[in-house]
């Protein structure tokens, strides 16, 4: 059963099936005025429905055939179509342009619009380099402005909004605690005195310490100059676009970018192995952020191989029979190809994985029983999922898709599985996955580098 949200501003639904599908119609032509750009239009025409996508897919190969991208990404062209040109006006379903007629329709849209994780597989397989998860994502954002969106994830985004503008104090008192822990283990500098800023916020502190800590061993004995922020800089940004709150995304974005502008730094460092790396680094063309150009942002896995190889920094050592799981989010959308680099020079032997790119899973880790125990101590907040609520459903494929992952990645390997996102080592947890050894790059890199 599907739970609705409540949106930002006070919307009445009107009464009936006709009212509802004008409303419909008027949020979608909204979300096409505020977002569609030249690339979103050529993936919302040029699509020829070959299916070439689908495979790459890990909803469509794990669990049912109905969540293929291109299969997904129509519901969005189906809207487009009807409210946005004259051709789908005047034809409908004549050229495939329709808006869904009751309340079930949506709810099933719904389903389909959430069972993409936005990996880019889909856009990386593409003969036509569309990338459906964008038009997915755009579907998304309309289900959003229409009330549906998962009940947990919109509140996390929500709260996200919150913690960066007014953080509260039992949150930043246990912020203070562990920053303090991590400054005591570490070579943190003063505000100013670092070249980077870490970007750290609720998720990566409370859930993703131990990889942290990791990272900054490392950081620390490549002589690395970094701080940190005085204030959590999200639950896990911009977590707002999940949902397809574009608006409240950009919020965070721009915070982001003016408070490490106005810190003096030049320079953002990215911890995360999943989306907030690829999200922020592109922000100029999702968030239209303000002055983006000022601000780079830097993957931990660049800056640790460029500083490694470059500047005779101690050689690595090789131990153990490896294979790298690539990042979805770094290694395809993201576009670095550093983190498996670092693998392949210090595995021995190197067993690159079988299929490219991995599909992970996203932001869906979020919905983890672990995941949301922790997030629920720190942000004083119910996480607690409700009987047949959308999200257990959402948690029970995602199971079936680490499963099927699990089962590509030990094709690679019988050694070391060395992901480059905590996320699918989560989520593989979660399923209760046996055939992977799991270690995440940050370990893994420890191990390699500092012996």
Same mark, same amino acid.
């Given at each position: 059963?599907?739970?609705?949200?409540?949106?930002?501003?006070?919307?009445?639904?009107?009464?009936?099936?006709?009212?509802?599908?004008?409303?419909?119609?008027?949020?979608?032509?909204?979300?096409?005025?505020?977002?569609?750009?030249?690339?979103?239009?050529?993936?919302?025409?040029?699509?020829? !429905?070959?299916?070439?996508?689908?495979?790459?897919?890990?909803?469509?190969?794990?669990?049912?055939?109905?969540?293929?991208?291109?299969?997904?990404?129509?519901?969005?062209?189906?809207?487009?179509?009807?409210?946005?040109?004259?051709?789908?006006?005047?034809?409908?379903?004549?050229?495939?342009?329709?808006?869904?007629?009751?309340?079930?329709?949506?709810?099933?849209?719904?389903?389909?619009?959430?069972?993409?994780?936005?990996?880019?597989?889909?856009?990386?397989?593409?003969?036509?380099?569309?990338?459906?998860? $964008?038009?997915?994502?755009?579907?998304?954002?309309?289900?959003?402005?229409?009330?549906?969106?998962?009940?947990?994830? *919109?509140?996390?985004?929500?709260?996200?909004?919150?913690?960066?503008?007014?953080?509260?104090?039992?949150?930043?008192?246990?912020?203070?605690?562990?920053?303090?822990?991590?400054?005591? !283990?570490?070579?943190?500098?003063?505000?100013?005195?670092?070249?980077?800023?870490?970007?750290?916020?609720?998720? *990566?502190?409370?859930?993703?310490?131990?990889?942290?800590?990791?990272?900054?061993?490392?950081?620390?004995?490549?002589?690395?100059?970094?701080?940190?922020?005085?204030?959590?800089?999200?639950?896990?940004?911009?977590?707002?676009?999940?949902?397809?709150?574009?608006?409240?995304?950009?919020?965070?974005? *721009?915070?982001?970018?003016?408070? $490490?502008?106005?810190?003096?730094?030049? *320079?953002?460092?990215?911890?995360?192995?999943?989306?907030?790396?690829?999200?922020?680094?592109?922000?100029?063309?999702?968030?239209?952020?303000?002055?983006?150009?000022?601000?780079?942002?830097?993957?931990?896995?660049?800056?640790?191989?460029?500083?490694?190889?470059?500047?005779?920094?101690?050689?690595?050592?090789?131990?153990?029979?490896?294979?790298?799981?690539?990042?979805?989010?770094?290694? $395809?959308?993201?576009?670095?190809?550093?983190?498996?680099?670092?693998?392949?020079?210090?595995?021995?032997?190197?067993?690159?994985?079988?299929?490219?790119?991995?599909?992970?899973?996203?932001?869906?880790?979020?919905?983890?029983?672990?995941?949301?125990?922790?997030?629920?101590?720190?942000?004083?907040?119910?996480?607690?999922?409700?009987?047949?609520?959308?999200?257990?459903?959402?948690?029970?494929?995602?199971?079936?898709?680490?499963?099927?992952?699990?089962?590509?990645?030990?094709?690679?390997?019988?050694?070391?599985?060395?992901?480059?996102?905590?996320?699918?080592?989560?989520?593989?947890?979660?399923?209760?996955?046996?055939?992977?050894?799991?270690?995440?790059?940050?370990?893994?890199?420890?191990?390699?580098?500092?012996?």
């Amino acid at each position: 059963m599907t739970r609705r949200v409540t949106l930002p501003t006070s919307i009445v639904k009107p009464r009936g099936e006709e009212a509802r599908r004008e409303l419909l119609a008027e949020e979608t032509r909204k979300v096409i005025e505020e977002y569609l750009g030249l690339p979103e239009m050529h993936f919302l025409e040029a699509c020829v !429905d070959c299916g070439a996508c689908a495979p790459s897919c890990p909803f469509y190969k794990a669990v049912d055939k109905r969540y293929s991208p291109v299969g997904m990404a129509n519901e969005m062209r189906k809207l487009y179509k009807k409210t946005s040109t004259i051709t789908g006006k005047l034809l409908g379903r004549l050229v495939g342009a329709r808006l869904p007629e009751t309340e079930e329709e949506i709810e099933e849209i719904f389903d389909l619009a959430y069972h993409c994780s936005n990996c880019g597989a889909c856009y990386y397989t593409c003969p036509h380099g569309i990338d459906s998860g $964008t038009i997915i994502a755009m579907l998304r954002s309309v289900l959003f402005r229409h009330g549906l969106a998962p009940s947990i994830i *919109n509140l996390l985004a929500r709260l996200e909004l919150r913690v960066i503008e007014s953080p509260w104090r039992s949150l930043q008192y246990e912020w203070d605690r562990v920053i303090e822990e991590l400054k005591r !283990d570490h070579n943190v500098a003063k505000e100013g005195e670092g070249r980077y800023l870490i970007l750290l916020d609720i998720y *990566n502190v409370f859930v993703n310490k131990e990889n942290i800590d990791a990272y900054l061993e490392v950081l620390d004995a490549a002589n690395i100059k970094y701080s940190f922020p005085d204030r959590p800089l999200g639950v896990r940004p911009p977590l707002p676009l999940t949902v397809g709150h574009y608006e409240t995304a950009r919020r965070v974005a *721009n915070f982001i970018y003016n408070y $490490t502008i106005s810190k003096g730094y030049g *320079n953002l460092l990215i911890l995360d192995g999943g989306y907030p790396y690829n999200d922020l680094k592109f922000a100029y063309t999702y968030y239209r952020a303000s002055k983006p150009r000022e601000l780079d942002i830097i993957h931990v896995a660049q800056l640790i191989y460029e500083s490694y190889l470059y500047e005779g920094l101690p050689a690595f050592t090789q131990w153990g029979k490896a294979t790298y799981i690539p990042s979805c989010n770094i290694d $395809t959308r993201g576009g670095i190809g550093a983190a498996s680099k670092l693998v392949e020079i210090t595995a021995r032997p190197y067993e690159k994985h079988l299929m490219w790119p991995y599909a992970g899973v996203g932001w869906m880790s979020l919905l983890c029983p672990y995941v949301r125990e922790k997030l629920s101590i720190y942000l004083g907040v119910d996480l607690v999922l409700e009987e047949e609520s959308v999200e257990e459903k959402l948690i029970s494929d995602m199971r079936k898709v680490a499963r099927h992952l699990a089962e590509e990645a030990y094709k690679t390997s019988t050694g070391y599985h060395v992901f480059g996102c905590i996320d699918d080592i989560i989520v593989m947890r979660a399923a209760r996955v046996e055939n992977v050894n799991p270690v995440h790059l940050a370990q893994w890199l420890k191990q390699h580098l500092l012996k």
